[in-house]
């Protein structure tokens, strides 16, 4: 089975720090993904990645950046955490081929005082 | 642009069917999904359909029509266990790689 393991199921923090969310998956996939859940507003994508050290912006890059140093993790960074960044952050991957479907973490439940 | 909709809240009672749908307007169409998510739970992959027809996967069917750009699944004798947001999301084709535009959600209570 896949596993796509995010580092905290919840977290708390304040106002202007940075905030780093680690996702790890165990499958080998090409493509990871980072998306927020809020409700009423669906899952939107903020960055994706489909191979190491590449990325592409989702549809709500600002305010987020992403690093992704090895195949199997991809990093979500707040680099000035504000309130409206309080959200669901859910992280999946997927492999190259076009059948295939994306497998998601557990997320982590951001919350910004 | 990319247009996923579909019905926000749907109620049926155990034992029933209920078909939720799906249409996509897409400026590339790679295969359609359906997720099924569980209220504080991770999204789970149900189906995946690329050809016209229907799939079916033990009580939960797929249907797809490309040239109509619409899905619907189909969930029959349903169980209060099949409460849960249902996701519908379109796979983009070149450029948007394997990133999936998804649908808000029909959020699906079954009563007993």
């Known amino acids: 089975d896949v596993k796509v393991t995010q580092s905290s199921r919840y977290l708390v923090k304040r106002t202007g720090e940075k905030v780093f969310l680690e996702c790890v998956q165990d499958m080998d996939h090409e493509n990871m993904f980072w998306y927020r859940q809020d409700p009423g507003l669906g899952l939107r994508l903020i960055y994706f990645?489909?191979?190491?050290?590449?990325?592409e912006k989702g549809d709500i890059p600002e305010g987020y950046s992403v690093s992704r140093e090895k195949k199997e993790r991809f990093s979500l960074i707040l680099e000035s955490a504000s309130t409206n960044q309080t959200s669901m952050y859910l992280c999946a991957s997927s492999p190259i081929q076009a059948n295939q479907p994306q497998h998601f973490g557990d997320g982590t439940r951001l919350s910004i005082l | 642009g990319q247009n996923i909709d579909q019905p926000t809240e749907m109620t049926a009672t155990e034992g029933a069917i209920v078909q939720i749908n799906c249409t996509y307007q897409t400026s590339g169409f790679n295969g359609l999904f359906w997720y099924q998510q569980h209220a504080g739970e991770a999204p789970t992959f149900l189906s995946y359909n690329v050809l016209d027809g229907l799939e079916e996967k033990g009580r939960f069917s797929s249907f797809l029509s490309r040239s109509k750009g619409y899905s619907y699944l189909l969930l029959k004798e349903l169980q209060m266990k099949d409460s849960a947001s249902y996701l519908c999301a379109v796979k983009g084709r070149g450029s948007t790689l394997g990133r999936l535009y998804f649908g808000r959600g029909t959020q699906l209570t079954v009563w007993p």
């Open positions: 990645s489909y191979d190491v050290k590449m990325k």
